[in-house]
């Protein structure tokens, strides 16, 4: 078991090489929307409407504190200044005109007396993209949960700093399959699709997570990647990869031994050298849309994302 994880921590750190941010970001940071469905007797609008205005001050502060971030005022065109409140344009408007690179926005909805759920989202204004999508749940209705949660907010933004942002060429999967008439009744039309679905779940999930920009790729232009076939090409994703302006290429590939026995592999190369960077694997039950879900959502979860964002604490 130790020699897989260190296994996956090496392929991580390898993947996120690069440099680190020299000046503080320039950041405006949303009041949150904050929404009470606890169905409690009591008036509690002034006590939340307190609890809200320090929780945005504990996450400011928090912010410039960090020294990686300057935390610049954020004026919309009407009051309240929230996402829930202001039209997407308008927000996104009033946080470029004040010079920030960064929104950060949210929400908190209390459920029940001790418990609470947010969700905090940032896109980044350059390349209108989002960046950061975050929940969180923490216990109590007091200061000290509210710090918390203002705390996790922080610790989340500057694990984004302080991450490089390669660039990734993600492909389309691949079906390699061995069962008994696999190769003769050729891919079926339904795990052509899901094949399509497990593309785009990891493209999404990379690119949600704030550490990875999704390079387009066209792979028209190679016979192998015309055919899907780009598993059998000795890496000439990577030649794909780094015409597209791509830092790596990755390619993933479901081994099917019989219905109830497969596997899904990501072969990931250095798109300058074509060097392997890495290969990510996981064993899989059943041959579902759930299951290979699953599978696509394991591994860059916990191969990919989780030990490159430990990586950064």
């Given at each position: ?32 929307d ?42 919309c065109?009407?009051?309240p ?37 947010g ?25 000290e ?84 076939w ?19 290429s ?23 050298t074509?060097?392997?960077r ?36």
């Amino acid at each position: 078991m130790l020699k897989h994880v260190l296994f996956a921590a090496t392929i991580v750190l390898s993947l996120m090489q690069g440099g680190a941010h020299a000046a503080p970001i320039k950041i405006a940071v949303a009041d949150f929307d904050y929404v009470d469905t606890s169905g409690e007797p009591n008036n509690q609008t002034d006590k939340h409407t307190a609890l809200m205005t320090m929780f945005m001050r504990a996450t400011r502060d928090g912010l410039t504190a960090s020294g990686r971030f300057d935390t610049v005022a954020l004026t919309c065109p009407k009051t309240p200044c929230t996402a829930a409140s202001t039209p997407p344009q308008e927000l996104l408007d009033a946080a470029k005109a004040s010079g920030a690179q960064l929104l950060v926005y949210g929400g908190v909805h209390k459920m029940s007396t001790l418990v609470q759920s947010g969700k905090m989202q940032a896109i980044d204004l350059k390349q209108d993209r989002l960046v950061i999508d975050r929940l969180l749940t923490f216990r109590g209705d007091n200061e000290e949960s509210f710090r918390r949660a203002a705390a996790f907010i922080v610790g989340e933004v500057v694990a984004f700093d302080r991450a490089p942002i390669r660039k990734i060429a993600v492909f389309d999967f691949e079906l390699e399959d061995f069962s008994a008439g696999g190769p003769i009744g050729g891919q079926s039309a339904v795990e052509t699709e899901r094949l399509k679905a497990a593309t785009q779940q990891t493209r999404d999930l990379l690119s949600q997570s704030g550490l990875f920009i999704v390079t387009p790729v066209d792979q028209s232009t190679e016979a192998n990647g015309r055919e899907h076939w780009l598993r059998k090409c000795n890496g000439c994703e990577a030649d794909l990869a780094r015409a597209a302006g791509a830092d790596l290429s990755l390619l993933g590939v479901f081994h099917k031994i019989s219905v109830m026995e497969q596997s899904l592999r990501f072969l990931v190369r250095d798109a300058a050298t074509g060097e392997p960077r890495g290969a990510l694997q996981t064993d899989l039950r059943g041959e579902t849309d759930e299951s290979w879900t699953r599978a696509v959502k394991w591994i860059v979860e916990h191969r990919i994302l989780e030990p490159a964002r430990a990586a950064q604490k």
